[in-house]
């Protein structure tokens, strides 16, 4: 067996194998089947998807895809891989992410499994996988990520940092901490400290500058069509719009806590632009330090941002960030725009 990386001082209760039955998907799927999605929701994604309407459709009407990240904190690729194969579980590379894996088979009994509770693998949707891959924290750089529970892409920062430097994860919500303390426990990092903060504020609370920044800002999730749709709620435009104000105050106080040069992605799950290119035109405009830079070498499909949605006329810049449909890699959909502050 390859190198696997231990930590003594941690004690882990080790779940059983034994294959549980679990004859969720077909439950799901028909869920899924009797999920109408709204009339001005089906017409806001003709908008935006004109031509390629139809394969959008036919893509969020499938069952979700399986993803899993191999942990390098604890377990090198190899030996990962090969665990995966003998626990049953097919793996297909991630062009995106190295460590990044569609997995089928017996995908379902992973969370039941040694390797799982010891902190092995990471259950990642592959579209979640995408910004974290795009900021690229060095191991030299202090990385603030904004709203960090659950823990997924902290981890997954801590993962490409190869657990040194610092990461400070913040998040507003005690309970979401919790879960995010056990997993970046489990995860094996130990180089991320934790604070509970509004993070609109933060930036007059903080005497920090950090050199990536990541703004994984609270949504309505409507990227997660295909994953979730079951349990997605629709939201009305003042919805929306009250999610957007969040968003812009979450935007503005991460720039600021941004050094010059430094680099920041904004994200989210959402496809609505009034999340996404309204939110980071709010900060061109207000923001002469501010610039969009387009992302390179990325190895997924995805679509530039839009530069005009209803009577909102938005930078030019704005097609240099990053749209990613359901259809174009098989995930869910995210929103991913690269922003420099200039010096």
């Known amino acids: 067996m390859g190198s696997v990386k231990t930590e003594p001082h941690l004690s882990y209760s080790l779940l059983m194998t034994t294959p549980i039955p679990f004859p969720l998907e077909e439950a799901y799927m028909e869920i899924k089947r009797q999920t109408t999605f709204p009339k001005s929701f089906q017409e806001r994604f003709h908008r935006l998807l004109d031509d390629e309407y139809p394969q959008f459709l036919n893509s969020i009407s499938k069952p979700p895809t399986h993803f899993v990240r191999v942990n390098t904190l604890k377990i090198d690729l190899k030996t990962g891989t090969e665990r995966l194969k003998h626990l049953g579980i097919d793996t297909s590379p991630l062009p995106w992410f190295t460590s990044g894996f569609q997995i089928s088979g017996a995908h379902d009994q992973l969370p039941f499994t040694r390797e799982y509770s010891l902190g092995w693998y990471y259950i990642q949707e592959g579209g979640s996988m995408l910004p974290p891959v795009i900021l690229n924290p060095q191991p030299s750089h202090i990385v603030l990520d904004l709203c960090a529970a659950p823990g997924s892409k902290t981890t997954q920062l801590a993962q490409i940092m190869e657990n040194k430097g610092a990461i400070v994860a913040n998040d507003r919500s005690f309970r979401r901490l ?155 959909g995210f929103f991913i725009a690269l922003i420099r502050k200039n010096s």
């Open 178 to 332: 919790t879960s995010f303390g056990h997993n970046i426990q489990v995860c094996g990092v130990i180089n991320t400290i934790t604070l509970c903060q509004d993070g609109r504020h933060l930036s007059t609370r903080l005497p920090l500058s950090f050199d990536r920044i990541l703004v994984d800002a609270p949504c309505t999730a409507s990227g997660h069509l295909r994953s979730k749709a079951p349990q997605l709620e629709f939201p009305d435009q003042q919805r929306i719009l009250g999610i957007q104000t969040v968003q812009k105050g979450l935007l503005t106080s991460a720039f600021r806590l941004l050094k010059p040069g430094g680099i920041l992605v904004y994200s989210t799950c959402s496809l609505h632009p009034e999340e996404n290119e309204t939110v980071v035109n709010h900060l061109l405009n207000n923001s002469s330090e501010a610039g969009i830079e387009r992302p390179q070498n990325t190895q997924f499909t995805s679509h530039p941002g839009i530069t005009q949605w209803n009577d909102a006329q938005y930078h030019e810049d704005m097609t240099k960030c990053l749209r990613v449909y359901p259809h174009d890699n098989d995930t869910d």
